[in-house]
């Protein structure tokens, strides 16, 4: 499939969840590649919305990205096994279906080159009319979850707004 495939007014939201990024200690770089990614795939994009690893903020943000209509929401960073990655428990207050077929997807998609790619936590399901994915906090695992994404997105996008099979 091709971004030309998209809807027109498609809309992703980016969401990067790092203390680091948040506070300043450095650029957040997976979420500008996760964005660029995305508009070359054909979407609007806002954001990368940068926020701690807090539950209740990414919580609040994930929510508000659903509430305005967002197709596609995919979130980089906090997804591994550190006390602070929490990601993955602020996605699942958000979730009314889980998709757990893409999260495996992005998972075993880069394993042979980083075996630690099965570490993630990600999780991948839909609120509403929005998919929401996590991805992790690295630039390659970003465009290893674009790989995967990026040909069903179309699909994925017409379905959640009424399309059928």
């Known amino acids: 499939m091709t971004a030309a495939e998209l809807p027109a007014d498609a809309l992703a939201v980016v969401v990067t969840a790092s203390n680091r990024a948040a506070f300043g200690v450095y650029a957040d770089r997976s979420g500008q590649a996760l964005a ?13 919305h940068v926020r701690p690893d807090d539950v209740a903020e990414l ?28 990601t993955p428990e602020a996605t699942r207050a ?3 279906r889980e998709a757990p077929g893409i999260a495996e997807a992005i998972r075993r998609y880069g394993q042979d080159q980083v ?13 509403s009319r929005t ?9 390659g695992g970003v465009r290893d979850g674009l790989a ?12 959640l707004r009424g399309g059928d099979h």
């Open 36 to 48: 660029d990614g995305l508009r070359e795939l054909g979407f609007t994009v806002q954001g990368p």
């Open 59 to 86: 919580e609040v943000v994930l929510r508000e990205a659903v509430a305005a209509g967002a197709d596609v929401v995919l979130t980089t960073g906090g997804t591994g096994l550190t006390p602070t990655d929490v």
């Open 94 to 96: 958000v979730l009314e």
């Open 115 to 127: 075996p630690t790619s099965v570490l993630s936590r990600g999780l991948a399901g839909t609120c």
């Open 131 to 139: 998919l929401i994915v996590n991805l992790p906090g690295s630039t």
């Open 148 to 159: 995967v994404l990026g040909p069903l997105l179309p699909h994925v996008v017409s379905q």
